[in-house]
């Protein structure tokens, strides 16, 4: 893969980078330097346990948080410091929260084409087009019209899934987003978030779904107290976990 150089004339050859990225919350340390390089049309996966700072780090990723130093890139371009366009940086960041963050008095067609017409400036009609091409690549072409009271959860958060896919960002960081819905309503969501991946999109995920994580990731990384302590395949990571913590944390989670 070609080297790109990025502002900063750090080279990274990742379509999103992280570099030594520090948070904390008051005196309270939350991400103690994290590097993260995820390669394109890679699905990164994120475990840990409650408090490593999981959200955080995703968060940091458009700037929901400021960090306190390090840097992000996309596809080289540097995302932190001064100067940045947030609202064009939140174009090629895309991102799926545990809640959906719909609104409820427009339908999900509304929804999907009042973020066009906002964030792209689009003109009405074709961002009515490019919506419902979005809906229905999530399979919602016929709920199109339903506000988000008329959706189940999982409706709902594939709505929110075509809302971010429809401004054809360049990065997807998903944040626990099956975690608010009933245990029959995850299986769809999972479903079109394999699809995503499958058309080729680069996506930062957060969830506790190992069994999902098992079968869609690319690499999993394990968090724990602000730092990646491991990360590997699926295969090798859930079989042969190398540190205590990791293995300690799996056998948590089995029960
Ligand atoms: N805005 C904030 N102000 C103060 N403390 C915060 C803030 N956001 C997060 N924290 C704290 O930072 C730590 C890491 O939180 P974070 O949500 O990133 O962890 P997480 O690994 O995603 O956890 P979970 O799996 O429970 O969502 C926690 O101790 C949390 O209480």
């Known amino acids: 893969m070609e080297t790109v150089s990025n502002r900063a004339g750090t080279p990274s050859t990742a379509t999103l980078s992280l570099r030594a990225l520090h948070k904390s919350f008051g ?33 940091c990723c458009n700037r929901l948080e400021e960090p306190d130093s390090g840097a992000i890139w996309v596809e080289g371009d540097l995302l932190t410091g001064p100067g940045v366009d947030l609202n064009k940086m939140r174009q090629r960041i895309g991102m799926v929260f545990q809640s959906f963050n719909l609104y409820p008095h427009l339908t999900a067609l509304g929804n999907v084409t009042l973020a066009l017409r906002r964030v792209l400036k689009m003109p009405r009609a074709e961002a009515e087009a490019e919506a419902m091409a979005a809906l229905k690549s999530v399979g919602l072409s016929d709920r199109a019209r339903h506000t988000p009271a008329q959706l189940s959860g999982g409706q709902q958060q594939r709505v929110a899934i075509a809302r971010a896919l429809a401004l054809k960002p360049t990065v997807m960081l998903f944040d626990e987003p099956t975690s608010a819905l009933d245990p029959e309503l995850v299986g769809d969501v999972l479903d079109v978030m394999r699809e995503v991946k499958e058309q080729g999109m680069t996506m930062l995920v957060v969830s506790h779904e190992m069994q999902f994580a098992r079968e869609a990731a690319d690499r ?12 590997g395949p699926p295969d090798r990571f859930f079989a042969a976990p190398e540190q205590e913590r990791t293995r300690a944390f799996l056998s948590r989670m089995r029960g």
Do not use: A, Y
């Open 27 to 59: 005196t309270f340390p939350v991400l103690n330097g994290i590097d993260l390089h995820v390669q394109r049309s890679e699905m990164v996966f994120v475990l840990g346990p409650s408090g490593s700072g999981k959200s955080t780090m995703l968060r």
């Open 220 to 231: 999993v990384v394990f968090m724990d107290g602000g730092s990646i302590i491991e990360q």
